[in-house]
């Protein structure tokens, strides 16, 4: 099948619902700019961001070898956009020679981008307008959790997001407003009914508190080291990496939770491996 050549990832965005809703093959270039396990990050020329997702088992590209990629390297590759968790990403990616082009014009290759300064108080739509780019930040590290069982490791940040906040805020008044008024009525079936309520709030809030700030965030596959001495943070921390989100839809409440994260990327231990492509 002839892909589609997009002519860059900022139309991808731009025309995401028309590419994702017809199953699209597309080709689309960008710089290598973060590897993530064995899936990846591209930016344009613009520095608009696309995750490439390897699959769950997926084959890592990474390397020194003239088969493989490193961060910098400009690549076309081929797949099919779709959304997971909020972010657009490529997928459906075929371990094939010709899905993986490494560009190698000088007048052709895709500059790494500058980073994007973020200073802690972005609300969501300007986050939003953030995923898949690179960004940097000073932050204040307040809690970090150890490494799981998959090697995912998160970091809480000082970042709070704005809006997310007042959101908080609101539903906390509310269910304090509920809580009086039950200490001051007889009727026991609006009692229950204020009940009802305050649970329903208690379980907004829940989602709600996770996301409230700004997360480092990471996780390896095998074979894999972090790019980020995360171990070794001190209070006040620099960390430049992508800015992603992880949106969960709640149906019963017919709510959205972004937790926006500052992805940091990682290495490949053992990266001398001549790439094996299927027929």
């Known amino acids: ?7 860059s990832i900022k139309d991808a965005h731009e025309n995401f619902d028309t590419y994702a809703s017809r199953g699209t093959f597309v080709a689309i270039t960008g710089v290598i700019v973060r590897f993530i396990g064995s899936n990846f990050y591209l930016a344009d020329a613009e520095g608009y961001g696309l995750y490439v997702y390897m699959g769950i088992n997926g084959n890592a590209i990474e390397g020194t070898k003239p088969s493989q990629f490193l961060v910098g390297d400009t690549i076309n590759i081929r797949g099919r956009l779709c959304e997971y968790g909020g972010q657009m990403q490529l997928s459906g990616i075929e371990f094939k020679k010709e ?21 802690g108080n972005e609300t969501s739509e300007q986050l939003d307008k953030l995923i898949g780019k690179l960004v940097h930040a000073n932050v204040s590290i307040e809690s970090c959790g150890s490494p ?32 009086e008024e039950n200490k001051k009525i007889t009727d026991e079936n609006q009692k229950e009914e ?7 709030l208690n379980k907004l809030l829940n989602s709600i ?9 990471g996780s390896l596959a095998g074979g894999y080291d972090f790019d980020y001495t995360f171990a070794n943070f ?14 969960e839809n709640d149906v019963q409440v017919k709510e959205k939770f972004p937790s926006y994260q500052i992805v940091v990327g990682n290495k490949m231990i053992d990266c001398e491996k001549e790439l094996v492509f299927s027929e």
């Open 234 to 247: 001190s209070k006040i921390t620099e960390v430049t990496g992508i800015m992603s989100i992880y949106s």
């Open 1 to 7: 099948t002839t892909p589609t050549e997009l002519p």
């Open 99 to 119: 899905t993986f082009k490494k560009i190698t014009d000088p007048e052709k290759k895709i500059p790494m981008p500058e980073a994007i300064e973020i200073t």
């Open 194 to 200: 204020n009940n009802k309520r305050i649970a329903e």
């Open 148 to 179: 799981s069982k998959d090697n995912s490791f998160s970091l809480t940040t000082a970042f709070e997001v704005p809006d997310i906040v007042e959101k908080k805020n609101k539903l906390e008044e509310e269910i304090n407003q509920l809580k």
């Open 209 to 217: 508190y996770p996301n409230i700030q700004i997360r480092i965030n």
